[in-house]
Nanobody, 128 residues
């Protein structure tokens, strides 16, 4: 069972940048597809980005396309979310999630219910 720990959240000004990290405990981390989701107070959980097990395929929510970049370093068991041109509406708790997939599967789910493991979340606050 993989354990996920997010870090890198904090306070940023509109137009600024933050980089979130999702570190995994599992030595077979490279067999997991990873997704990032966020949830703002009073709102439903929203898909942000996902990356396939090899890193060869990436997916983004419409609200973050062109501003956020997801990447992974399987040697370090870590997935990153680089967030640029931040907006106040990006304020939320950000969660990373994982699902183990078979070799050769390069698809990544964008629906939260497909993920089996979740981190505790990290708060991102963007001031205007």
């Amino acid at each position: 069972q993989v354990q996920l720990v997010e870090s890198g959240g904090g306070l940023a000004q509109a137009g600024g940048s933050l980089r979130l990290s999702c570190a995994a405990s599992e030595r077979t981390f490279s067999s997991y597809t990873i997704g990032w989701f966020r949830q703002a107070p009073g709102k439903e959980r929203e898909f942000v980005a996902a990356i396939s097990r090899s890193g060869g395929s990436t997916y983004y929510g419409d609200s973050v396309k062109g501003r956020f970049t997801i990447s992974r370093n399987n040697a370090l068991n870590t997935v990153y979310l680089q967030m640029n041109s931040l907006k106040p509406e990006d304020t939320a708790v950000y969660y990373c999630a994982a699902i183990q997939v078979s070799p050769g599967i390069e698809l990544a789910p964008i629906r939260a219910e497909y993920y089996d493991y979740w981190g505790q979340g990290t708060q991102v606050t963007v001031s205007s």
